[in-house]
């Protein structure tokens, strides 16, 4: 029963956050400080959440295949490669390292 009260505390909250944001006034969204916040935040949280993925199985640090895919994906960012050929080269060396036992 608990995972069910977590899940109606977390609807409620969202929907509290999404109805604060509709309720703001216009002046408070056109100051530069929360339009910078607004413009970075997302990046902020998708690197949060990539390194949780690439660098953990959940609950220990990890150091797999993923690292190694990370790694080249980054080289050709480096390097300005065209976003395709970027994840697909993060997919073909992670493959390449798990197909090896790494």
Avoid: H, N
């Avoid at 790694?71 to 395709?84: D, S």
């Amino acid at each position: 029963m608990t995972i069910w009260i977590a899940i109606g505390v977390t609807a409620v909250g969202c929907y509290l956050v999404k109805y604060l944001g509709l309720s703001a006034p216009a002046g408070v969204l056109e100051r530069p400080l929360v339009k910078r916040l607004a413009a970075l935040l997302p990046v902020a949280l998708l690197a949060a959440l990539t390194a949780q993925q690439t660098f953990s199985d959940g609950r220990y640090p990890l150091l797999d295949a993923k690292v190694a895919g990370l790694a080249a994906a980054a080289v050709a960012l480096v390097l300005r490669a065209p976003f395709l050929l970027v994840v697909g080269l993060a997919v073909i060396v992670t493959a390449g390292v798990r197909a090896l036992g790494g």
